[in-house]
């Protein structure tokens, strides 16, 4: 501690420096003038609002160096709003510092501690209390109060349990099932391999079945990106080359870490990057992650043609899309 | 040497050289990268236009993209891109390629339209591909939606262009370039031939309709206005958050100094 | 008396026979204020709360928080006949449609955007002062939570609108939800009211956003205030100023004018960066659908440190007997923050533990002058700003011809390598600023006056600081370190056993300080030197 060592001794509080309006009235009118300025000059804000509210045409637009082309009457009653603020409150801080009082108070500090006397009456009162309740002597009203307590606030957690309904198996569902066609997203157009040339990406969905409408909900789990390389550049098991179809392959277009949409494809590296999170995806090992947080490769759909020529689904998708969860099965 | 000696010390003397020195390293280094001047054939040259842009592309394309445009290490095979991919990349500046860096970059053109479309007819002699366009036959005004191509662009675009075509980053030092300030034909004849990073995107796909909505959508964000006041990149949160951190509270620590400093 | 005096006397007559409000006046009018530009900070973070609610109110009065399906109809041409949901389209409404509308919107974003930033600035300046000690550990706490609920209610304010870019976070809110293990799905189909992104969501975080936030808002910041007015700002230290005083000046008018004052302009402010600086264009993003992504898509600032962290995570997931957890989502996105705020919360305490120190401290610590704590604020700072940094970093790569591949492995390596070397760096930097201190309070200031003595020796003038300013940079305590006592003079040992040893090791390094000079020093110095 420092009471071997003595420390310097406390000079107390420096001489007060007096104003220049504290000792000058021209220099204190001078000061009650420009508060006065000030405020007036808020006035003139407000004045600036109203006349753009109201009289400026809302479709012009005037050029003001660095920000731009932008919209008049917006701009009038912004900086005119921001007028009749700003100035109010120039005004009075200069009134503070100019003319108020500036001399420096001291106001004591008192021990927040309560007194002793104050500490134990109240530790007398709050006992006289309890043991009137008499909780001590009657552990049954206790107990039985403790089990009242806590049962009561079941009903509150439980009234929420139609806040949605339970997830069953919908997760690992999509709309896709064996023989759904690929259709452009928008525009709902079948696709034939031909309409793909080598480098070519594609925003395909399921095609509805007639007079459904298509959910985002169903956006959220069906989007898929069709990409087609040419064959020889895969390097892919037997099985998953089966689910390509003459170079063109199929990916759920939903991140497999949280969700994002990744169709951003750098054709000349063959990757798919997402933009949420940079994690980067390589398309002929099956959307493998190649860096990135994403922990599993984008579910690729198995795709043929069918007999009239279009692209279709071979099957669902063989895993869940999307972001993980706790039941999912790798 | 004694009018050196002489003014050594002038107070002139040093702003003076530093802008000296400064002028002597811009202009060594502006020499230094200059691109190949666009000298052209000399007066003999009246072969056919396929003949004229041979002679181009032996003079400047051929080092990296081999005698007969079929790909020499650096530079890809250009067989088979046709015309479209010409005048892309050649109009817009990014061929010739500066310095060999992951990305062609959009700069002044070296060649001019005469040249490029010579160049643009040697190579589509040699395989078919994708014709050029010129801006005049791409109807985007009168045939394009607005309302359709902003849905189209934030479909198949955004994702690498950024939702009001200003660019983004793609992997390794990649980017996909901001899309405004580019003529009409350029964005078409990216969109049908897929330039560097840029996938394809077929005619089946989106269609020549479909694609002019995108321009049309394209050119509306690019004249439009910025209606809320300074556009700060339109990029989004970051320029947001850095704007509310420098001047925001710059200006209000800044009056906070001055509320509490004592007055004279 | 003059009439104006009449009117008021009644007035205050008439409150004061129903209410008895003159004793509380009477002593709470002349309350003393200590005045410096960084007591401010908080009031920045009230008063743009104040004018959030204000702008929100207004922008309620337009907006609709549903997700049912409409076709736009208004007047921005590039959205014609799209779908998209009513509370998007209502947003679009108030911005082209509503005069002020659009200035409104910007207003409350921007002073969002402003009652974070001030509220950071508030908590370090409070931490590195060490304001947070006893008597005012509950209020740190109460500010704790003030913080993380402005972020969340930021989150869901301009997830409000149901853009693309804010119903991106939404989807990643809802990853991290249906990632939690055992109960995610649950939670997720509950919070949303089935599959994502289902038609309940906007509705529901409409009335956490403008009702029940707000009111705890309300509450903690109303018990926070009392609790600064109750136990007395603190003060800095300097000549005149002790535990045991307050110097400033009083409520009524200096304070009621610069604070009310300071509250005009924080709303000037606000609404001039409303009318110049564009923000949130979201007729520009488009209406949400989970098919589209924009490129450099980021949360709001606040959010940033967030999306930073779970960007830069390694692709952790496992599947163990039949379930999945994903460590690449969960450590990120809960873990991390959780011990980070929660370690924020107990600061005060494990400070108190660490230093030994129950007293009441109302003089402000120099942060050099307590270099452990300085250097564990930086430490955190580094941290949290590579956070950030890596949260923008396709921005920045496009931006400064850098690859996001580089920016994430420096932030990968960097998070971890660079706060301990700003903690080490800090700490000596601390240790060299109270060295320069000591020496100007036993040599004086250097003048850059230079003499030449009769004997041929070159010396430089120092003067002597004033008595003010040697008391100034003498005040503070420079407490001893607890020392370790391993066994009692009967031979018992340390019952608390290897928490005394952290103990004494942790307050051991926290005491390595340069000595201030003592009274007998300078006194020493003042004798011999001319």
């Given amino acids: 501690m420092s009471k071997e060592l003595e420390p310097l001794s406390d000079p107390g509080l420096p001489e007060h420096i007096h104003r220049k309006a504290d000792i000058d009235p021209i220099a204190a009118k001078r000061a009650e003038r420009q508060v006065a300025i000030l405020f007036s000059l808020s006035a003139v804000g407000t004045l600036l609002f109203i006349y753009s509210f109201f009289f400026v045409n809302e479709d012009l637009f005037i050029f003001i160096p660095i920000m731009g082309s932008t919209n008049a009457q917006q701009l009038g009653i912004g900086i005119g709003m921001a007028a009749s603020l700003l100035f109010i409150g120039f005004g009075a801080v200069h009134w503070a510092k100019t003319l108020m009082p500036d001399q420096e108070v001291i106001a004591e500090r008192h021990e927040l501690k309560s007194e002793q006397s104050d500490r134990d009456a109240f530790v007398q009162t709050a006992k006289a209390g309890a043991e009137s309740a008499g909780l001590g002597r009657r552990p049954l009203i206790k107990r039985s109060l403790a089990a009242a307590a806590g049962l009561a606030g079941l009903p509150a957690v439980l009234l929420l349990r139609d806040l949605g309904p339970l997830p069953g198996n919908s997760l690992n569902e999509t709309s896709w099932k064996s023989g759904t066609r690929l259709v452009t997203d928008p525009g709902d157009r079948p696709i034939r391999p031909s309409d793909l040339e080598v480098g070519a990406v594609a925003q395909v969905m399921p095609e509805l079945a007639p007079g459904k409408k298509r959910t985002l909900e169903d956006i959220a789990k069906d989007a898929v990106l069709l990409i087609r390389l040419r064959p020889s550049e895969f390097q892919l098991d037997a099985e998953r080359f089966s689910w390509t179809y003459e170079g063109i392959i199929a990916f759920s277009k939903i991140c497999s870490h949280m969700g994002c949409a990744v169709a951003l494809y750098e054709q000349s590296t063959k990757h798919l990057l997402c933009p949420c999170h940079q994690s980067t995806f390589d398309v002929t090992r099956a959307a493998k992650v190649i860096f990135g947080p994403a922990a599993r490769p984008l579910p690729q759909l198995a795709i043929t043609v069918d007999a009239d020529g279009f692209l279709i689904a071979k099957q669902p998708f063989t895993e869940a899309v999307g972001p993980s969860f706790w039941e999912r099965k790798s | ?264 | 008396m003059t009439a104006r005096e009449r009117i008021a006397g009644n007035v205050a007559n008439y409150v004061d026979e129903r209410t008895g409000a003159a004793a509380w006046l009477k002593k709470n009018l002349n309350k003393v204020f200590p005045d410096h530009w960084s007591f401010m900070l908080g009031e920045i973070a009230l008063y743009s709360f104040i004018i959030l609610l204000l702008s929100g109110t207004f922008l309620t009065f337009w907006f609709d928080p549903s997700m049912r399906h409409v076709v736009y109809e208004g007047s921005y041409q590039p959205l014609k006949d799209v779908e998209m949901s009513a509370a998007y389209a209502s947003t679009l409404h108030i911005s082209f449609d509503v005069r002020g509308g659009l200035l409104m919107r910007q207003i409350h974003h921007w002073a969002a955007l402003i009652f974070a930033a001030s509220i950071v600035v508030h908590l370090l300046r409070v931490f590195f002062t060490g304001a947070f000690r006893k008597p005012r550990e509950f209020n740190w706490i109460l500010g704790v939570a003030l913080l993380t609920l402005a972020i969340v209610e930021g989150f869901l304010g301009y997830s409000l609108p149901d853009d693309l870019l804010s119903g991106t976070g939404i989807r990643i809110a809802h990853a991290i939800i249906q990632s939690i293990p055992v109960v995610g799905t649950y939670l997720s189909f509950f919070a949303f009211g089935g599959a994502f992104p289902g038609e309940v969501f906007i509705p529901r975080i409409y009335i956490v956003h403008v009702l029940l936030l707000p009111g705890i808002f309300l509450a903690l910041i109303t018990v926070h205030l009392m609790l600064v007015w109750y136990q007395k700002h603190t003060q800095y230290p300097g000549p005149g100023r002790t535990e045991k005083n307050v110097v400033g000046y009083p409520l009524m008018p200096v304070y009621m004018a610069k604070a009310g004052g300071f509250f005009f302009i924080v709303f000037g402010i606000t609404a001039f960066l409303g009318a110049v600086a564009s923000i949130n264009p979201l007729w520009l993003y488009g209406p949400y659908t989970p098919g589209q992504i924009s490129a450099g898509s980021q949360p709001d600032w606040y959010m940033g440190w967030l999306d930073g962290l779970v960007r830069m995570s390694p692709p952790l997931e496992t599947y163990l007997f039949g379930k999945t957890i994903s460590w690449n989502i969960l450590i990120p996105g809960l873990i991390i923050p959780g011990i980070i705020f929660t370690g924020m919360a107990l600061y005060p305490f494990i400070e108190s533990w660490i230093t030994g120190d129950k007293r009441e401290h109302h003089l402000l610590d120099r942060p050099r002058n307590v270099p452990n704590r300085t250097a564990l604020g930086a430490m955190s700072l580094t941290f949290m700003v590579i956070a950030m940094i890596n949260g923008g970093n396709d921005i920045i790569a496009t931006h400064f011809d850098l690859t996001i591949n580089q920016i994430m492995w420096f932030s990968r390596i960097g998070i971890i390598v660079l706060p301990p070397l700003a903690f080490v760096i800090t700490k000596r930097i601390c240790l060299s600023l109270q060295r320069k201190d000591r020496e100007l309070v036993l040599h004086g200031r250097e003048t850059g006056r230079l003499v030449m003595l009769p004997h041929g020796e070159f010396i430089e003038v120092h003067e002597e600081l004033s008595p003010a300013k040697k008391f100034a940079l003498t005040q503070h305590e420079q407490p001893a370190a607890i020392e370790l006592v391993k066994e009692d003079a009967q031979g018992v040992l340390n019952p608390k056993g290897i928490r005394a040893k952290i103990q004494a090791r942790l307050s051991s390094a926290n005491a390595e300080n340069i000595a201030k000079p003592t009274a007998a020093e300078v006194k020493e110095l003042e004798s011999g030197h001319h």
């Fill in chain 2, 1 to 264: 040497m004694k009018f050196i000696s002489k003014y050594r010390k002038h107070r002139f003397a040093r702003p003076l050289l530093l802008l000296f020195s400064l002028c002597a390293l811009g202009f060594t280094f502006s020499v230094a990268t200059a691109a190949p001047s666009s000298n052209s054939m000399a007066a003999d040259a009246r072969s056919t236009l396929i003949q004229e842009g041979q002679q181009i592309f032996l003079k400047g394309c051929s080092s990296c993209h081999g005698l007969n445009a079929e790909g020499a290490g650096v530079g890809p095979s250009l067989i088979g891109v046709g015309a479209a991919s010409v005048d892309f990349q050649v109009a817009t500046g990014r061929m010739p390629m500066q310095d060999m860096s992951q990305q062609a970059m959009r700069k002044a053109p070296v060649y001019d339209e005469q040249e490029v479309a010579a160049l643009a007819a040697y190579v589509a002699s040699l395989a078919p591909g994708p014709r050029a366009y010129t801006n005049e036959e791409i109807k985007w005004e009168r045939d394009g939606n607005t309302a359709e191509g902003g849905e189209l662009f934030r479909n198949n675009c955004a994702m690498c262009h950024n939702f009001a075509g200003q660019g983004g980053a793609l992997t390794q030092g990649k980017y996909a370039p901001t899309v405004m300030g580019v003529e009409p034909r350029h964005i078409y004849e990216a969109m049908i031939t897929g330039p560097q990073a840029m996938p394809v995107f077929s005619d089946k796909t989106i269609t020549p309709a479909e694609k002019l909505s995108i321009i049309k959508w394209i050119k509306s964000a690019e004249s439009e206005p910025s209606l809320g006041g300074a556009p700060l990149g339109r990029v989004g949160p970051v320029t947001e958050g850095l704007l509310v951190w420098t001047l925001g509270l710059g200006l209000l620590i800044g009056i906070a100094v001055w509320l509490t400093a004592k007055s004279r």
